[in-house]
């Protein structure tokens, strides 16, 4: 697993702001599915279709917290994608907001151990590449350090001590598979990520900005 750093620029992910269409409807829902204090948004009408290439993660305590943001989402317009339920890691479902961002609640546990709550205990932020070990290398060439590695499948970055939201990479297609909907999508992936060095590009189009 490499873990090796540049000295020449230190990234780290400081924020994370979605572009959407209506601001104010997009606040309404986010104010709604409790997760507005890890993200920003700005207006933008940049052409999209498909599958932007990310989602956002949330995991929580029990199946029933999960059932919870699934059941808030939904009654502020987001649309299932797939059905909260049991799997082989424990229990999740996937949802998308009326921007078009696709969210996915898990829990790695199968049962409750105690009531729903509201409270997020990781959210991640994974984005579909098209080869995981250059996107890797390409972070870790910009200073990111790598807190997980699973060859050419899976890459996640220690998170930045100012950042709510961890960075991690997955390949495109299965993160397409993972989430049930087509891999296919062209445009803007509709993402700003806020960084603690210069502006750049990744490999895959993912746009970052220096954070404020």
Known sequence: MANTTSTAVSTSLASVTLEVADLDAARRFYSAFGVDAYIGLRACDAHSSGFRGFTLGLTVSGPATVDGFVGAAVDAGATVLKPAAKSLWGYG???????????????????????????????????????????????????????????GKYAEFVPGQSSPVKLALYKRRALAKDLGVPADGTGSHRIVLGGTADAFTDEDGFAWEAAA
């Open 93 to 151: 479902g996937v949802v998308q907001a009326p921007d078009g961002t696709i969210w996915k609640i898990a829990t790695s546990a199968k049962k409750d151990t105690g009531p729903a709550t509201r409270e997020i205990d990781e959210v991640v932020l994974l984005i579909g590449v098209e080869d995981v070990k250059a996107t890797r290398q390409f972070y870790v060439g910009r200073g990111m350090t790598v807190a997980k590695s699973f060859g």
